[in-house]
């Protein structure tokens, strides 16, 4: 069987990523150059700062993942690059790059959905994982559940109407001084409190509302910064791993039973966890023993794979590459673009 490589290129907030993939499934190469220490001292992504950092490393990590993969761009099969969602100036260092690519090597350029190559993180950590399933979307941007009919058939469930869960965890670690990103240190102070400690608010819709797959988390946040504020007003002391705690399991609680109703709803008994958020340890233990409960089977894959990179933006490109779903060299970055939508 002959090998079919894809390059693909990931640029949508502070990861500059260029990977190799062979046949959809395969990552010869997955060079990811973070900017976390660069936006660490203002709290968060600076978008022009992050485009900037793009513009500098996206060449260094596409020579250095054709190198690691022992191959070069003309044995390269097709591009593929995120074009949305995430900052535009971000994205646009990619699409650009991508195009250039494209153009000049005369092979297939394909726009790949930011989101759905979190899902398809999966495949590249779980050989045996095939449609359908229903799959959890949690990063900083994005809270959603989608159900993925077939490699090229995805279907947006609900999504969240304001905040998303890793947009939340990242703002409450921000007032709780830690530093940038907040939720890590969140799940580790976590683990020394007590999840029962304060009663956070859980939004749930209405089970047979048309939004019961929709999220919410502002009123939580709102919950838990009005807690701390009136503590610090008060003069009284907080214990940070509780409310770091009571907060996450305020979160994953929503996540969990949305997600086994979605699995339920449409009928499937597989559940693929996706994006950033999916490395939190407390969402991955309640979600596998909710599964398990159902007789449901969990995948979700290991944090490199979670976290921006161009090895999953790689796979998803590979299956449209498969059906020709190919782009032209109109491709524009898209910041808004919409999950489960060709």
Do not use: W
Not at 105 to 131: D, M, Q, S, T, Y
Not at 136 to 162: F, M
Not at 331 to 342: D, E, Q, T, Y
Request: negative net charge.
């Amino acid at each position: 069987m002959s090998q079919s490589l894809t390059l693909a290129l990931e640029t949508s907030c502070d990861e500059t990523s260029a990977a190799v993939v062979a046949n959809g499934r395969t990552i010869l190469a997955n060079i990811i150059s973070s900017q976390v220490p660069t936006h660490q001292k203002f709290g968060g992504v600076v978008p022009e700062i992050a485009s900037r950092k793009h513009i500098e490393n996206v060449i260094p990590v596409i020579d250095q993942a054709l190198r690691e993969a022992g191959t070069t761009l003309n044995d390269v099969d097709a591009i593929g690059v995120t074009y949305g969602p995430g900052l535009v100036g971000a994205l646009l260092v990619g699409v650009a790059t991508a195009k250039t690519l494209a153009f000049a090597l005369n092979k297939p350029l394909i726009g790949v959905n930011h989101l759905e190559g979190h899902i398809f993180a999966n495949f590249l950590a779980h050989r045996e994982l095939k449609p359908p399933f229903v799959a959890l979307v949690v990063s900083g941007g994005h809270t959603s559940l989608i159900h993925v009919k077939d490699y090229n058939e995805l279907v947006l469930l609900g999504q969240t109407r304001d905040d998303a869960a890793g947009e939340a965890f990242d703002k409450i670690a921000r007032v709780m001084n830690f530093p940038y990103p907040g939720g890590p240190h969140i799940d580790n102070a976590a683990k020394q409190g007590n999840p029962e400690a304060i009663a956070f608010p859980r939004a749930f819709a209405s089970p047979n509302g048309e939004n019961k797959f929709a999220f919410s988390f502002s009123g939580l946040k709102s919950a838990v910064l009005n807690y701390l504020n009136s503590a610090s007003q008060r003069g009284e002391i907080v214990n940070i791993a509780d409310v770091a705690a009571s907060f996450q399991a305020a979160v994953v609680d929503v996540l969990v039973k949305k997600a086994i109703a979605a699995a339920e709803f449409v009928g499937v008994n597989k559940i693929v966890l996706a994006g950033g958020v999916a490395a939190n340890s407390s969402l991955q233990a309640e979600l596998a023993s909710a599964a398990e409960k159902q007789d449901f089977a969990l995948f979700y894959p290991p944090p490199v794979l979670c976290t921006d990179n161009a090895a999953m933006i790689a796979c998803r490109a590979y299956y449209q590459y498969l059906i020709g779903d190919f782009a032209d060299l109109n491709l524009n970055a898209v910041p808004s673009l919409k999950l489960g939508i060709r």
